[in-house]
C-alpha cells in the first residue's frame, strides 16, 4: 500500500525553529515528487512547494519562498519542512502529498503546528 | 501564477439532488482540472483527475467535465456520506494551485 506518514503535532513558541517529516512506503520514495500544502481556515489549501527526492530539485510557490525550506533524504525515504524562525502565523495543518501526474493521488495524515507564546 | 476561482463557496441539497461545483482558471489549462474531497479531521482525497477520470474507488456518482479555463464536478445522486469540501486544483504549472473551497451540507 502506498502510503505518506508524518510526523506528530507540534507547539512551539515564536522564533523557535521546526523541522516536521513524511515518510513514504509502498512505493519508489526517489522517483515521485513530493508537495507540501498548508491548510488554514482562511485561506484554505495552498500549494507550498515540491521536491523531487531523486536528485533534490526543487521549486517553491512565490509565497513560501525564504520562509520554509523543503528538503529530502532520500536513503530513509523522508521529506521534510523546516521553518528557521516561527512565526504565529504559521499555525496550520501542513500536509505532504505524492504527486501524481499534475494532481496528487496520495496525502500524508497532516501534521498540525501551532505557534503561541 | 494561475488563479482558481470555485463555486459556490457552500452549497445545501437534498439526498438524492444533482450538485454541481466549478473552478475557473486564469488562464486555458487543457483538462488539469482535479478534484479533492475533505471530510472532517482528514486529508484531502482524489475523486477526479485530468478532468473527468475517476479515481480507482470512487463511486460513479460523481463525475468531472470540462478544460480549457472551466470545470465542473458533478454528484449525480447525492448521498449523505458526500458531506464534506470539495476542491479544485490547477496541476498545468508551478505552483499548483487549490480553489477556495466548496462546502457541502445536506438539506
Known amino acids: 500500500e502506498v502510503q505518506l506518514v508524518q510526523s506528530g503535532a507540534e507547539l512551539k513558541k515564536p522564533g523557535e525553529s521546526l523541522k516536521i517529516s513524511c515518510k513514504g512506503s509502498?512505493?519508489?520514495?526517489?522517483?515521485?515528487?513530493i508537495a507540501w500544502v498548508r491548510q488554514t481556515p482562511g485561506k484554505g489549501l495552498e500549494w507550498m512547494g515540491i521536491?523531487?527526492?531523486?536528485?533534490?530539485?526543487?521549486t517553491y510557490s512565490p509565497s513560501f519562498q525564504g520562509q520554509v525550506t523543503i528538503s529530502v533524504d532520500k536513503s530513509i525515504n523522508t521529506a521534510y519542512l523546516q521553518w528557521d524562525t516561527l512565526k504565529a502565523s504559521d499555525t496550520a495543518i501542513y500536509f505532504c502529498?505524492?504527486?501524481?501526474?499534475?494532481?496528487?493521488?496520495?496525502w500524508g495524515q497532516g501534521t498540525l503546528v501551532t505557534v503561541s507564546s | 501564477d494561475i488563479q482558481i476561482t470555485q463555486s459556490p463557496s457552500s452549497l445545501s441539497a437534498s439526498v438524492g439532488d444533482r450538485v454541481a461545483i466549478t473552478c475557473r482558471a486564469s488562464l486555458p489549462i487543457s483538462s488539469s482540472f482535479h478534484w479533492y474531497q475533505q471530510k472532517p479531521g482528514k486529508a484531502p482525497q482524489l475523486i477526479v483527475y485530468a478532468g473527468s477520470t475517476l479515481q480507482s474507488g470512487v463511486p460513479s456518482r460523481f463525475s468531472g467535465s470540462g478544460s480549457g479555463t472551466d470545470a465542473t464536478l458533478t454528484i449525480t445522486g447525492l448521498q449523505p456520506e458526500d458531506v464534506a469540501i470539495y476542491f479544485c486544483?490547477?496541476?498545468?504549472?508551478?505552483?499548483?494551485?487549490f480553489g477556495q473551497g466548496t462546502k457541502l451540507e445536506i438539506k
Open positions: 509502498g512505493y519508489t520514495f526517489s522517483s515521485d515528487w
Open positions: 521536491i523531487y527526492p531523486g536528485d533534490s530539485d526543487t
Open positions: 486544483q490547477q496541476g498545468f504549472s508551478l505552483p499548483h494551485g
Open positions: 502529498a505524492r504527486r501524481g501526474g499534475g494532481w496528487y493521488p496520495t
